[in-house]
Protein backbone atom coordinates (compact mmCIF):
# COMPACT_ATOMS: atom_id res chain seq x y z
CA UNK A 1 0.00 0.00 0.00
CA UNK A 2 1.42 3.32 -0.96
CA UNK A 3 2.47 5.91 1.60
CA UNK A 4 1.81 9.50 1.45
CA UNK A 5 4.41 12.10 1.91
CA UNK A 6 3.20 14.95 3.89
CA UNK A 7 3.84 18.14 5.82
CA UNK A 8 2.58 20.31 8.20
CA UNK A 9 2.71 23.95 9.23
CA UNK A 10 2.14 25.46 12.17
CA UNK A 11 3.81 23.27 15.42
CA UNK A 12 1.26 24.73 18.11
CA UNK A 13 -1.12 23.00 19.73
CA UNK A 14 -3.01 21.47 16.89
CA UNK A 15 -0.21 21.23 14.47
CA UNK A 16 1.64 18.92 16.67
CA UNK A 17 -1.79 16.81 17.89
CA UNK A 18 -1.91 16.39 13.71
CA UNK A 19 1.73 15.93 13.20
CA UNK A 20 1.96 13.18 15.86
CA UNK A 21 -1.20 11.43 14.63
CA UNK A 22 0.19 11.12 10.93
CA UNK A 23 3.52 10.35 12.32
CA UNK A 24 1.96 7.47 13.88
CA UNK A 25 0.35 6.08 11.39
CA UNK A 26 1.89 3.86 8.75
CA UNK A 27 0.11 5.04 5.58
CA UNK A 28 2.11 8.62 5.96
CA UNK A 29 5.41 10.08 6.35
CA UNK A 30 6.06 13.20 8.00
CA UNK A 31 8.40 14.88 5.40
CA UNK A 32 8.44 18.47 6.58
CA UNK A 33 6.92 20.56 9.25
CA UNK A 34 6.84 24.48 9.38
CA UNK A 35 6.35 27.16 11.95
CA UNK A 36 7.73 31.02 11.97
CA UNK A 37 9.07 29.56 15.36
CA UNK A 38 12.19 28.07 15.19
CA UNK A 39 12.59 27.12 18.57
CA UNK A 40 9.14 24.88 18.30
CA UNK A 41 10.70 22.90 15.03
CA UNK A 42 13.37 21.85 17.01
CA UNK A 43 11.43 20.94 20.07
CA UNK A 44 8.79 19.03 17.68
CA UNK A 45 11.21 17.65 15.00
CA UNK A 46 13.13 14.43 17.19
CA UNK A 47 9.62 13.35 18.61
CA UNK A 48 8.29 13.15 14.38
CA UNK A 49 11.02 11.36 12.84
CA UNK A 50 12.92 14.46 12.38
CA UNK A 51 11.71 15.44 9.28
CA UNK A 52 12.77 18.62 6.78
CA UNK A 53 12.34 21.64 9.25
CA UNK A 54 11.52 25.66 7.84
CA UNK A 55 10.30 28.27 8.66
CA UNK A 56 8.56 29.90 5.22
CA UNK A 57 5.64 27.62 4.00
CA UNK A 58 5.95 28.72 0.59
CA UNK A 59 9.36 26.90 -0.14
CA UNK A 60 9.39 24.19 1.61
CA UNK A 61 6.05 22.87 -0.04
CA UNK A 62 7.67 23.37 -3.62
CA UNK A 63 10.58 21.02 -2.33
CA UNK A 64 8.91 18.43 -0.92
CA UNK A 65 5.68 18.78 -3.07
CA UNK A 66 3.46 16.79 -0.83
CA UNK A 67 0.50 14.89 -1.52
CA UNK A 68 -0.87 15.66 1.51
CA UNK A 69 -0.67 19.58 2.98
CA UNK A 70 -1.92 20.23 6.50
CA UNK A 71 -2.01 23.51 8.07
CA UNK A 72 -2.69 24.63 11.75
CA UNK A 73 -2.33 28.17 11.94
CA UNK A 74 -4.62 30.95 13.43
CA UNK A 75 -8.01 31.52 11.96
CA UNK A 76 -6.64 34.94 9.87
CA UNK A 77 -4.51 32.75 8.12
CA UNK A 78 -6.47 30.41 6.05
CA UNK A 79 -7.00 31.29 1.93
CA UNK A 80 -3.04 31.80 1.26
CA UNK A 81 -2.26 28.41 3.12
CA UNK A 82 -5.18 26.84 1.20
CA UNK A 83 -3.33 28.38 -2.66
CA UNK A 84 -0.34 27.29 -1.08
CA UNK A 85 -1.58 23.62 -0.88
CA UNK A 86 -3.53 23.49 -4.17
CA UNK A 87 -0.15 25.20 -5.97
CA UNK A 88 2.02 22.56 -4.13
CA UNK A 89 0.27 19.41 -5.81
CA UNK A 90 -1.12 17.79 -2.96
CA UNK A 91 -4.24 15.70 -3.02
CA UNK A 92 -5.71 16.39 -0.14
CA UNK A 93 -5.59 19.59 2.12
CA UNK A 94 -6.46 19.17 6.06
CA UNK A 95 -7.00 22.52 7.81
CA UNK A 96 -8.71 23.67 11.14
CA UNK A 97 -11.77 24.93 11.76
CA UNK A 98 -13.04 27.34 11.45
CA UNK A 99 -13.22 27.10 7.19
CA UNK A 100 -13.30 30.81 7.39
CA UNK A 101 -13.17 34.29 8.75
CA UNK A 102 -15.88 35.77 6.66
CA UNK A 103 -17.96 34.14 3.61
CA UNK A 104 -15.89 36.06 1.21
CA UNK A 105 -13.22 33.99 2.28
CA UNK A 106 -15.07 30.71 2.66
CA UNK A 107 -16.38 31.39 -0.97
CA UNK A 108 -12.74 32.01 -2.52
CA UNK A 109 -11.20 29.39 -0.83
CA UNK A 110 -14.29 27.02 -2.09
CA UNK A 111 -13.38 28.21 -5.56
CA UNK A 112 -9.46 27.64 -5.23
CA UNK A 113 -10.24 23.63 -4.19
CA UNK A 114 -12.64 23.17 -7.02
CA UNK A 115 -10.60 24.84 -9.35
CA UNK A 116 -7.31 22.78 -8.05
CA UNK A 117 -10.14 19.82 -7.77
CA UNK A 118 -7.95 19.18 -4.66
CA UNK A 119 -9.73 17.18 -1.67
CA UNK A 120 -10.40 19.00 1.51
CA UNK A 121 -10.84 17.67 4.93
CA UNK A 122 -11.59 20.16 8.28
CA UNK A 123 -11.28 19.25 11.79
CA UNK A 124 -14.03 18.16 13.49
CA UNK A 125 -12.36 15.45 14.87
CA UNK A 126 -14.82 15.64 18.70
CA UNK A 127 -17.17 13.22 16.99
CA UNK A 128 -14.65 9.92 17.13
CA UNK A 129 -15.42 10.21 20.69
CA UNK A 130 -17.34 6.84 22.03
CA UNK A 131 -19.79 8.67 23.64
CA UNK A 132 -20.32 11.44 19.93
CA UNK A 133 -20.77 8.01 18.33
CA UNK A 134 -23.02 6.61 20.99
CA UNK A 135 -25.73 9.38 19.98
CA UNK A 136 -25.09 9.02 16.44
CA UNK A 137 -25.91 5.54 16.84
CA UNK A 138 -28.82 6.11 18.73
CA UNK A 139 -30.36 8.62 16.10
CA UNK A 140 -29.23 6.96 13.51
CA UNK A 141 -31.01 3.52 14.60
CA UNK A 142 -34.78 5.21 14.25
CA UNK A 143 -35.29 4.96 17.85
CA UNK A 144 -35.89 8.88 18.42
CA UNK A 145 -38.96 8.73 15.84
CA UNK A 146 -39.00 11.24 13.77
CA UNK A 147 -36.23 13.40 14.57
CA UNK A 148 -37.37 17.11 14.73
CA UNK A 149 -34.92 19.17 16.51
CA UNK A 150 -31.02 19.31 16.74
CA UNK A 151 -29.66 21.48 19.44
CA UNK A 152 -25.90 22.49 20.91
CA UNK A 153 -24.97 24.60 23.60
CA UNK A 154 -21.13 25.79 24.88
CA UNK A 155 -19.75 28.05 26.72
CA UNK A 156 -16.91 28.71 24.65
CA UNK A 157 -17.37 31.34 22.21
CA UNK A 158 -18.51 31.02 19.10
CA UNK A 159 -15.10 31.14 17.05
CA UNK A 160 -13.97 28.42 18.62
CA UNK A 161 -17.01 26.19 19.35
CA UNK A 162 -19.67 27.23 17.02
CA UNK A 163 -18.53 25.43 14.23
CA UNK A 164 -17.80 22.14 16.13
CA UNK A 165 -22.28 22.62 17.58
CA UNK A 166 -23.17 23.09 13.66
CA UNK A 167 -21.08 20.43 12.67
CA UNK A 168 -21.88 17.53 15.37
CA UNK A 169 -25.89 18.34 14.62
CA UNK A 170 -25.84 18.34 10.99
CA UNK A 171 -24.34 14.81 11.09
CA UNK A 172 -27.11 13.53 13.30
CA UNK A 173 -29.14 15.50 10.60
CA UNK A 174 -27.80 13.43 8.20
CA UNK A 175 -26.43 16.63 6.28
CA UNK A 176 -30.04 17.46 5.31
CA UNK A 177 -29.76 21.36 3.38
CA UNK A 178 -30.26 24.08 5.73
CA UNK A 179 -33.44 26.85 4.59
CA UNK A 180 -32.44 29.48 6.76
CA UNK A 181 -31.03 30.99 10.11
CA UNK A 182 -31.41 33.70 12.20
CA UNK A 183 -30.04 34.71 15.46
CA UNK A 184 -29.49 37.62 17.92
CA UNK A 185 -26.05 38.14 20.00
CA UNK A 186 -24.53 40.05 22.77
CA UNK A 187 -20.80 41.39 24.13
CA UNK A 188 -18.37 42.72 21.68
CA UNK A 189 -15.44 41.58 23.88
CA UNK A 190 -14.11 38.84 21.16
CA UNK A 191 -15.17 41.23 18.43
CA UNK A 192 -11.21 41.81 19.42
CA UNK A 193 -9.94 38.39 19.69
CA UNK A 194 -7.80 36.65 17.31
CA UNK A 195 -10.85 33.79 17.14
CA UNK A 196 -12.86 36.87 16.00
CA UNK A 197 -16.47 36.49 16.94
CA UNK A 198 -19.53 38.17 19.24
CA UNK A 199 -19.09 37.03 22.72
CA UNK A 200 -22.47 35.32 22.72
CA UNK A 201 -24.56 34.19 19.89
CA UNK A 202 -28.10 32.23 19.71
CA UNK A 203 -30.01 31.01 16.77
CA UNK A 204 -32.30 28.85 15.36
CA UNK A 205 -31.75 27.51 11.65
CA UNK A 206 -34.37 26.01 9.52
CA UNK A 207 -33.70 22.65 7.51
CA UNK A 208 -35.11 21.53 4.40
CA UNK A 209 -36.53 18.01 6.06
CA UNK A 210 -38.63 20.14 8.48
CA UNK A 211 -35.85 19.72 11.28
CA UNK A 212 -34.81 22.58 13.45
CA UNK A 213 -31.50 23.99 14.87
CA UNK A 214 -31.22 25.53 17.91
CA UNK A 215 -28.06 26.68 18.92
CA UNK A 216 -26.69 28.61 22.28
CA UNK A 217 -22.79 29.44 22.13
CA UNK A 218 -20.42 31.63 24.31
CA UNK A 219 -21.10 33.52 27.61
CA UNK A 220 -24.90 33.81 27.72
CA UNK A 221 -25.30 29.57 27.10
CA UNK A 222 -26.76 27.52 30.13
CA UNK A 223 -23.94 25.42 32.21
CA UNK A 224 -23.84 21.54 31.67
CA UNK A 225 -23.50 20.90 35.38
CA UNK A 226 -22.24 17.30 34.45
CA UNK A 227 -19.50 18.69 33.17
CA UNK A 228 -17.06 20.65 35.48
CA UNK A 229 -14.12 21.58 32.99
CA UNK A 230 -15.72 25.13 31.08
CA UNK A 231 -14.30 24.22 27.89
CA UNK A 232 -15.88 21.13 27.34
CA UNK A 233 -19.42 22.32 28.96
CA UNK A 234 -21.29 21.77 25.31
CA UNK A 235 -24.51 20.18 25.03
CA UNK A 236 -25.19 18.38 21.45
CA UNK A 237 -28.33 16.32 20.51
CA UNK A 238 -31.09 14.95 18.67
CA UNK A 239 -35.11 15.39 19.95
CA UNK A 240 -37.36 12.80 18.24
CA UNK A 241 -41.30 11.85 18.30
CA UNK A 242 -39.97 8.78 20.12
CA UNK A 243 -37.40 10.23 22.54
CA UNK A 244 -34.11 11.92 22.73
CA UNK A 245 -30.44 11.24 22.48
CA UNK A 246 -27.27 13.73 23.84
CA UNK A 247 -23.90 14.06 24.29
CA UNK A 248 -21.56 16.09 26.79
CA UNK A 249 -18.18 16.92 24.87
CA UNK A 250 -16.19 16.66 28.67
CA UNK A 251 -18.13 13.52 29.28
CA UNK A 252 -20.98 11.28 28.56
CA UNK A 253 -24.08 10.82 26.68
CA UNK A 254 -27.58 9.96 27.65
CA UNK A 255 -30.80 8.84 25.57
CA UNK A 256 -34.39 8.13 26.71
CA UNK A 257 -36.25 6.27 23.96
CA UNK A 258 -39.62 4.62 23.95
CA UNK A 259 -37.78 1.22 22.81
CA UNK A 260 -34.74 1.56 24.62
CA UNK A 261 -35.82 3.40 27.89
CA UNK A 262 -33.10 5.12 29.52
CA UNK A 263 -29.84 4.79 28.20
CA UNK A 264 -25.99 6.59 29.24
CA UNK A 265 -22.33 6.19 28.62
CA UNK A 266 -19.22 6.85 29.15
CA UNK A 267 -16.56 8.64 26.51
CA UNK A 268 -15.08 12.30 26.83
CA UNK A 269 -13.42 14.01 24.68
CA UNK A 270 -9.99 13.17 23.94
CA UNK A 271 -6.93 14.34 21.59
CA UNK A 272 -5.14 11.74 21.36
CA UNK A 273 -8.46 9.17 20.71
CA UNK A 274 -9.83 11.35 18.38
CA UNK A 275 -6.32 12.20 15.75
CA UNK A 276 -5.70 8.36 14.88
CA UNK A 277 -8.95 8.16 13.50
CA UNK A 278 -9.36 11.26 11.57
CA UNK A 279 -6.10 10.82 9.81
CA UNK A 280 -6.69 7.21 8.99
CA UNK A 281 -9.79 8.38 6.97
CA UNK A 282 -7.77 10.85 4.86
CA UNK A 283 -5.55 7.54 4.00
CA UNK A 284 -8.81 5.53 3.21
CA UNK A 285 -9.82 8.76 1.16
CA UNK A 286 -7.16 8.85 -1.05
CA UNK A 287 -6.59 5.39 -1.71
CA UNK A 288 -10.41 4.84 -2.66
CA UNK A 289 -12.64 7.99 -4.02
CA UNK A 290 -15.89 6.14 -3.11
CA UNK A 291 -14.43 6.47 1.10
CA UNK A 292 -15.38 10.12 1.02
CA UNK A 293 -13.49 11.77 4.76
CA UNK A 294 -16.77 12.15 7.22
CA UNK A 295 -15.18 15.47 7.59
CA UNK A 296 -14.97 16.34 4.07
CA UNK A 297 -14.86 20.12 2.92
CA UNK A 298 -18.44 20.02 1.67
CA UNK A 299 -19.85 18.73 5.19
CA UNK A 300 -17.53 21.52 6.89
CA UNK A 301 -18.50 24.38 4.38
CA UNK A 302 -22.59 23.57 4.89
CA UNK A 303 -21.56 24.33 8.48
CA UNK A 304 -19.88 27.08 7.57
CA UNK A 305 -22.76 28.90 5.90
CA UNK A 306 -24.71 27.99 8.65
CA UNK A 307 -22.11 29.87 10.93
CA UNK A 308 -22.46 32.80 8.15
CA UNK A 309 -26.03 33.02 8.20
CA UNK A 310 -26.07 33.38 11.81
CA UNK A 311 -23.64 35.86 12.23
CA UNK A 312 -25.82 38.28 8.82
CA UNK A 313 -28.98 37.85 10.53
CA UNK A 314 -27.10 39.49 13.70
CA UNK A 315 -26.07 42.34 11.74
CA UNK A 316 -28.68 42.54 9.22
CA UNK A 317 -31.49 41.17 10.85
CA UNK A 318 -34.21 38.75 9.61
CA UNK A 319 -33.84 35.40 8.62
CA UNK A 320 -31.26 34.81 5.97
CA UNK A 321 -31.91 32.30 3.34
CA UNK A 322 -29.26 29.45 2.72
CA UNK A 323 -27.21 28.60 0.69
CA UNK A 324 -25.79 31.56 0.66
CA UNK A 325 -25.27 33.50 -3.10
CA UNK A 326 -23.17 35.76 -2.25
CA UNK A 327 -19.75 36.23 0.16
CA UNK A 328 -19.09 39.46 2.35
CA UNK A 329 -17.58 40.07 5.79
CA UNK A 330 -19.52 39.41 8.35
CA UNK A 331 -17.41 40.27 11.32
CA UNK A 332 -16.47 43.45 10.02
CA UNK A 333 -20.31 43.76 9.95
CA UNK A 334 -20.70 42.68 13.47
CA UNK A 335 -17.81 45.10 14.34
CA UNK A 336 -20.09 48.34 12.87
CA UNK A 337 -23.26 47.49 13.98
CA UNK A 338 -23.21 45.25 17.43
CA UNK A 339 -23.81 47.29 20.60
CA UNK A 340 -21.71 48.80 23.50
CA UNK A 341 -24.03 46.80 25.66
CA UNK A 342 -22.43 44.31 27.90
CA UNK A 343 -22.94 40.60 28.09
CA UNK A 344 -24.53 39.06 30.79
CA UNK A 345 -22.82 36.05 31.52
CA UNK A 346 -24.42 32.92 33.10
CA UNK A 347 -21.80 31.54 35.31
CA UNK A 348 -19.67 33.14 37.45
CA UNK A 349 -16.79 31.01 36.36
CA UNK A 350 -17.34 32.45 32.62
CA UNK A 351 -15.62 35.89 34.17
CA UNK A 352 -12.00 34.74 33.23
CA UNK A 353 -12.98 34.38 29.97
CA UNK A 354 -15.22 37.36 29.43
CA UNK A 355 -13.18 40.07 31.45
CA UNK A 356 -15.20 42.82 29.75
CA UNK A 357 -18.41 41.54 31.34
CA UNK A 358 -17.41 42.64 34.58
CA UNK A 359 -16.00 45.93 33.63
CA UNK A 360 -17.95 48.88 35.19
N1 LIG B 1 -10.39 21.02 16.25
C1 LIG B 1 -10.18 21.34 17.50
O1 LIG B 1 -10.63 20.66 18.42
C2 LIG B 1 -9.37 22.58 17.81
C3 LIG B 1 -8.90 22.80 19.11
C4 LIG B 1 -8.11 23.93 19.35
C5 LIG B 1 -7.82 24.80 18.29
N2 LIG B 1 -8.32 24.56 17.03
C6 LIG B 1 -8.02 25.43 15.90
O2 LIG B 1 -6.70 25.14 15.45
C7 LIG B 1 -6.10 26.32 14.92
C8 LIG B 1 -4.71 26.47 15.54
O3 LIG B 1 -4.84 26.57 16.94
P1 LIG B 1 -3.64 26.26 17.93
O4 LIG B 1 -4.25 26.22 19.29
O5 LIG B 1 -2.86 25.09 17.46
O6 LIG B 1 -2.78 27.61 17.75
P2 LIG B 1 -1.28 27.89 18.21
O7 LIG B 1 -1.18 29.35 18.39
O8 LIG B 1 -0.90 26.98 19.34
O9 LIG B 1 -0.42 27.44 16.94
C9 LIG B 1 -0.36 28.15 15.74
C10 LIG B 1 1.06 28.01 15.20
O10 LIG B 1 1.10 28.55 13.87
C11 LIG B 1 2.36 29.21 13.74
N3 LIG B 1 2.28 30.14 12.60
C12 LIG B 1 1.65 31.33 12.56
N4 LIG B 1 1.83 31.92 11.36
C13 LIG B 1 2.55 31.04 10.61
C14 LIG B 1 3.06 31.06 9.27
N5 LIG B 1 2.82 32.08 8.47
N6 LIG B 1 3.77 30.00 8.84
C15 LIG B 1 4.03 28.96 9.66
N7 LIG B 1 3.57 28.88 10.93
C16 LIG B 1 2.85 29.90 11.39
C17 LIG B 1 2.59 29.88 15.08
O11 LIG B 1 3.93 30.23 15.28
C18 LIG B 1 2.10 28.77 16.02
O12 LIG B 1 3.15 27.90 16.41
C19 LIG B 1 -7.09 27.45 15.19
O13 LIG B 1 -7.83 27.70 14.01
C20 LIG B 1 -8.02 26.90 16.24
O14 LIG B 1 -9.33 27.41 16.14
C21 LIG B 1 -9.08 23.46 16.80
Same mark, same amino acid.
Given at each position: ?8 V ?10 ? !? ?14 ? %?? #??? @?? +? ?17 K ?14 L?L ?23 S ?6 K??L ?6 A ?21 G ?5 H ?6 T?? !? ?10 TC??? %?? #??? @?? +? ?38 G????P ?12 A ?8 V???GG?R?V?K ?13 D ?11 DW????N ?8 N??K???I ?7 V? @? ?7 L ?14 P??K ?17 P
Amino acid at each position: MKTYSMMVVGMGKRGVHHAT !AFNANPRFKVAGICDI %DQ #ARL @EA +AAPKLGNPKIGTEAAALAKELKPDLFCFCTLPHLRLEFIKLGVQSGAKLIAFEKPVAMSSAEGLQIKQALEQGRVKAVVSHQHRYGEHYKAVKAVVASGALGKVHTVYGTATGW !AAHMLSHLIDYTCWFN %DY #AEP @EW +AMAQAAGRGKLSDLHTSPDYIAGVVHFKNGVRGIYDCGAGAPDVPEVPYWWRKCRIGAQGSEGFAEVMTGGGWRAVTKSGGYQTGEGGMNYDYDMPPYVQQMADWLDDENKIHPCCFANAYKGFEIMSALYRSVA @EGGQIPLPLTSGTDEIASLKEKMPAKKVILTLAESAKEYPDALKP
